[in-house]
């Protein structure tokens, strides 16, 4: 005779399955991994099993922020705000805070860091 709890836990859990690949997915794969300066933009690397690298045009550059994820200042990480209202995120970078500024030097980009 089946147990009548078996059904609502698999249920569960195969929704807490989803809930963590899905967290998962967005805070690694989500994410660009390299920024190359190409004419007329900046095309964006994702890595992933499901990635589409991106061509930003220059023109829909509104700023470039970068910050520290956590108390340290060992690690950074870029973002890329849109006029549009959309933003692009790097990977966060075991460099130090200096990779992130000369990465956004290296693509000429506008500056401005998160306060």
């Known amino acids: 005779m089946p147990r009548p709890y ?8 195969l929704v807490a399955a ?5 967290v998962w997915y967005s805070t ?14 900046i095309y964006l690397h994702f890595d992933g099993p499901m990635a589409k690298n991106v061509m930003v045009p220059r023109e829909a550059i509104d700023t470039v922020l970068f910050g ?13 705000q849109l006029k549009s209202g959309e933003s692009y995120r790097s990977v966060t970078f075991d460099s130090g805070l200096e990779a ?3 990465l956004r030097r290296d693509l000429n980009l506008p500056r401005k860091e998160i306060p």
């Open 100 to 102: 992130c500024k000369q």
């Open 28 to 41: 690694t794969f989500g994410r660009f991994v390299a920024a190359e300066k190409v004419p007329g933009g």
């Open 18 to 22: 989803v809930v963590v690949t899905w």
């Open 6 to 13: 078996i059904k609502p836990v698999g249920a569960a859990s």
């Open 68 to 80: 520290l994820p956590g108390k340290s200042n060992r690690q950074c990480y870029i973002k890329i």
